[in-house]
């Protein structure tokens, strides 16, 4: 093969299985990607030679590969080192939810877990999360789909993807939380609030959330808020700068506080406007809003 222009972008979907694979390519299909289900990681460098053949008519390929394979981390890691020593930087999204509700999930459909075997579900899942251990490590993109359905899941593939032209832009996603319902396991990097006062000790803004001027105004008026963001944002500048440069396409920041109403939904907003200044691509959510 010559001319490393002509080989296409190339995405794995991998991860967990029950997680949702199948209805993230289905979602990059529905975007014009080009998807081969179910591919050994071992032929994701011929994958790339044929889509390079047609010469532009298929420039972006979309492959889901799993842990069937019992090579399958290192077959997977050394065709991604094939790839990029084509000149093709593929990227990984990483699927995952948690035990429960894997569990869940297979017994609703009642199938077996592929690493299953004779023993019960869980260890089935306990050996697959042990196998893709680093991979998620070294994943672009981890997506947690515990709490979402289809159509959300489907939302947050076509919020990565609907504009991509296989350029390396960093893109980030700013999530608040609340501590007492537990970290968002597909955080790159995490903000605690909590050092800020709490405005559910405020009679008139308790039944506030953080998008309220009146809540917002209060947490940005404490002492310590405005010289934390302006920290904080040198902090984001340097490692953003260096994601870039590594090649990452995905960061995903969470911004915690004890119930994720007030502080955290506040200063998530504030964070993605400066993230936004610095010509980032933005998504914001507040994970546990309306839970209280």
């Known amino acids: 093969m010559t001319g490393n222009a002509q080989l296409p972008d190339i995405v794995i979907i991998t991860g967990m299985s029950g997680a949702g694979r199948s209805t993230?390519?289905?979602?990059?299909?529905?975007?014009?990607?080009?998807?081969?289900?179910?591919?050994?990681?071992?032929l994701l460098a011929t994958m790339a030679d044929l889509g390079g053949r047609l010469q532009g008519a298929v420039p972006r390929i979309a492959v889901v590969v799993d842990v069937r394979s019992r090579a399958f981390t290192t077959d997977l890691r050394s065709s991604i080192e094939e790839l990029e020593a084509r000149g093709v930087r593929p990227r990984v999204v990483f699927l995952e939810a948690g035990d429960d509700e894997l569990v869940r999930r297979f017994e609703s459909v009642r199938r077996p877990h592929p690493l299953q075997g004779d023993g019960r579900l869980v260890?089935?899942?306990?050996?697959?999360?042990?196998?893709?251990?680093?991979?998620?490590?070294?994943?672009?993109?981890?997506?947690?789909?515990?709490?979402?359905?289809v159509h959300e899941l489907r939302a947050k593939i076509v919020g990565f993807f609907g504009d991509d032209t296989g350029e390396s832009?960093?893109?980030?996603?700013?999530?608040?939380?609340?501590?007492?319902?537990?970290?968002?396991?597909?955080?790159?990097?995490v903000v605690d609030c909590r050092f800020l006062p709490n405005p559910h000790w405020v009679p008139d803004l308790r039944p506030r959330t953080g998008l309220d001027h009146a809540v917002r105004d209060y947490v940005l008026g404490q002492r310590g808020a405005k010289e934390f963001l302006d920290a904080y944002t040198e902090v984001l500048r340097l490692l953003t700068e260096g994601y870039e440069r590594e090649g990452k396409h995905y960061v995903t920041l969470a911004v915690g506080c004890t119930g994720g109403k007030h502080?955290?939904?506040?200063?998530?907003?504030?964070?993605?406007?400066?993230?936004?200044?610095?010509?980032?691509?933005?998504?914001?959510?507040?994970?546990?809003?309306g839970r209280e």
């Open 24 to 42: 993230a390519a289905k979602s990059l299909e529905d975007l014009d990607w080009f998807v081969v289900d179910n591919l050994p990681p071992g």
């Open 123 to 149: 260890d089935g899942i306990a050996r697959e999360r042990e196998v893709l251990r680093e991979v998620r490590g070294e994943a672009d993109l981890v997506l947690d789909t515990s709490r979402l359905n």
């Open 169 to 189: 832009s960093l893109r980030a996603t700013v999530v608040s939380f609340g501590y007492k319902y537990g970290l968002p396991v597909d955080a790159d990097l």
């Open 263 to 289: 502080r955290s939904v506040a200063m998530a907003e504030q964070l993605a406007a400066r993230l936004r200044d610095e010509n980032l691509e933005v998504q914001v959510s507040h994970r546990d809003l």
